[in-house]
Nanobody, 127 residues
Framework: QVQLVESGGGLVQAGGSLRLSCSAS????????MGWFRQAPGKEREFVAL????????YYADSVKGRFTISRDNAKNTVYLQMNSLKPEDTAVYSC????????????????????WGQGTQVTVSS
């Protein structure tokens, strides 16, 4: 019902910035909670950020607090992840995910809570 496509990844030096976008199809996008996750080679998928369908609830992983900002524009069917002060340890494939319904909370930091996933976009931070 929802298709997600990420863009904006690339190669950046430590301390630099990138803005990721996740474009969604479907008329019901505004009713979905949206999350960003990342996965580095040899590691499990890691939660990054969550924004509820109206934007009233936002939750970040401790590792990105103060550096990353999640936002959404429901009129454009798009969720964003602004990444500043990037570190080499931020290198990973970043994916957006959508969850229908549910009361937003820290439990949505689990990948198992999401119904739809994008293909991912590579972010590489060089030192």
């Amino acid at each position: 019902q929802v298709q997600l496509v990420e863009s904006g990844g690339g190669l950046v030096q430590a301390g630099g910035s990138l803005r990721l976008s996740c474009s969604a199809s479907g008329r019901t996008f505004s009713s979905y909670h949206m999350g960003w996750f990342r996965q580095a080679p040899g590691k499990e998928r890691e939660f990054v950020a969550l924004i509820s369908w109206r934007g009233g609830y936002i939750y970040y992983a401790d590792s990105v607090k103060g550096r990353f900002t999640i936002s959404r524009d429901n009129a454009k069917n798009t969720v964003y992840l602004q990444m500043n002060s990037l570190k080499p340890e931020d290198t990973a494939v970043y994916s957006c995910a959508a969850r229908r319904f549910g009361v937003p909370s820290a439990t949505m930091a689990s990948p198992d809570e999401y119904d739809y996933w994008g293909q991912g976009t590579q972010v590489t931070v060089s030192s």
